[in-house]
């Protein structure tokens, strides 16, 4: 017998039958880990549910900040110079336009040393001017350049130059303005502005605080949204806040009557009394009647 008659065929297997998986016990830690990953996946969303409320709220603020910060820069020349109201830009004062528009250019932050100087004066390029007038009033109607003057300044323009000549002095000006309302229509927004004094802020000496002082008056300041920008389109007067009168008490002094309506009691009081005189006559006549009477009886 060689030997291969010695090797044996190995024995077929057959397939197994899927042994059940053993029963898995869930313990009361396992349960409580389970738990808590939960709640912290739960509070993981929650969080950034609340980053994303409190990102879009802060640039929802900016967003009004950045949009009342525009508001303002239409307002504030138009406090500080004090303008004349109007219902639309083709009845605006050039004047008060081109000297809002100077003003507006002096205030905005300009590097005076990029600018040339004349004696006591800056020159300031009527180019610039120009531009803030577009800026503030639009294209409708074209800037008309010349001296225009202030409280207690004048901006004197050389036309042969093309510059306005600017005094080095500090210009305060009388009002500045508080937005206390906006309304929105159409392509346009109303602001309801107050005009603050300026001379009559206050400051705490220890905390350095400033106290505003109560508007002089309020105006309606109307931007109107163009294709082009934004523009000024009217300034409307207000006057002060309607307030409530309180009743008027009597007193000694509106208890005297009126001219008219003491001659009308002085007409009336007359009538009284010459009916009284009437009165008296008529009783004296009859007195002396029956009188008569009695004598002739008696005779």
């Known amino acids: ?25 869930h313990s009361p830690l396992n349960v409580f880990i389970g738990i808590v990953v939960i709640l912290l996946a739960c509070f993981g969303v929650y969080q950034l549910a609340v980053m994303g409320v409190d990102l879009a709220r802060s640039k929802k603020n ?23 109201p109007f219902e639309d830009v083709a009845a605006a004062d050039m004047n008060e336009m081109v000297e809002l528009s100077v003003w507006s250019v002096l205030n905005s ?6 600018y040339q100087y ?13 531009a803030a007038f577009v800026h503030f009033f639009g294209m409708g109607r074209a800037i008309v350049h ?14 042969a130059a093309h510059v306005y000549k600017i005094p080095l002095t500090t210009i305060t000006p009388v009002y500045a303005p508080t937005i206390t309302d906006t309304e929105t229509k159409g392509d346009s927004v109303v602001l309801t502005v107050g005009y603050l004094n300026t001379g009559l802020y206050t400051q705490n000496s220890r905390t350095g605080e400033l106290s505003l002082p109560e508007p002089d ?22 006057g002060l806040p309607e307030t409530a009168v ?3 008490q009597p007193t000694a002094a509106s ?8 001659s009308s009691e002085d007409a009336s009081g007359e009538g009284e009394s010459s009916s009284g005189d009437e009165t008296e006559a008529e009783t004296s006549e009859n007195e002396a009647d029956e009188e008569t009477e009695e004598a002739d009886d008696e005779g």
Do not use: C, W
């Open 246 to 248: 309180p009743a008027q």
């Open 217 to 238: 008056r309020y105006v309606k300041v109307t931007l109107r949204t163009a294709s082009t920008g934004t523009y000024i389109s009217s300034v409307r007067a207000l």
């Open 109 to 114: 932050a300009l590097d005076s040393t990029q």
């Open 255 to 262: 208890a005297v009557p009126s001219t008219e309506e003491a």
């Open 146 to 159: 010349a001296t225009v003057s202030g409280y207690g300044y004048e901006f004197t323009y050389d036309a």
């Open 62 to 84: 900016d967003a009004d900040a950045a949009q009342t910060a525009d508001y303002y820069s239409y307002v504030i020349p138009v406090a500080a110079i004090n303008m004349v």
């Open 1 to 25: 017998m060689s030997y291969y008659d010695y090797l044996t065929e190995p024995e077929e297997q057959l397939p197994q039958e899927p042994q059940p998986a053993p029963e898995q016990k």
């Open 118 to 130: 004349s004696g006591d004066y800056l020159l300031l390029p009527e180019g610039q001017v120009t």
